[in-house]
């Protein structure tokens, strides 16, 4: 069972940033996913971004956060990030790190609030 921690999260006015961390238990070398997800109140839990492990390390986004929101791996630190930047109150809500390494292999973090707020 690999354990995911998020930090990072807060308070920010509009316009400020933020930037989101999550270490992994385990190694996240190898051919895997890792990303972040948000769940605002009331709605569904939506991809905010996503970067594929390997060579290609593909990245996929949001349309709402394209230009303003930058994730990126750093595996010998068994870690992704996320750097929000231009953050809008529609921004707000628990932010959750994903490891998607196969089918039956899905880790998730426990959340860190991000809450944008004059």
């Known amino acids: 069972q690999v354990q995911l921690v998020e930090s990072g999260g807060g308070l920010v006015q509009p316009g400020g940033s933020l930037n989101l961390s999550c270490i992994a238990s385990e190694s996240t070398f190898g051919v895997n996913i890792m990303g972040w997800y948000r769940q605002a109140p009331g709605k569904q839990r939506e991809l905010v971004a996503d970067i594929l492990g390997g060579g290609t390390k593909r990245i996929n986004y949001a349309d709402s956060v394209k230009g303003r929101f930058t994730i990126s791996r750093d595996n010998v630190k068994r870690a992704v990030f996320l750097q929000m930047n231009s953050l809008k109150p529609e921004d707000t809500g628990v932010y959750y790190c994903?490891?998607?390494?196969?089918?039956?292999?899905?880790?998730w973090g426990q959340g860190t609030q991000v809450t944008v707020s004059s």
């Open positions: 994903n490891l998607k390494i196969d089918s039956s292999r899905n880790f």
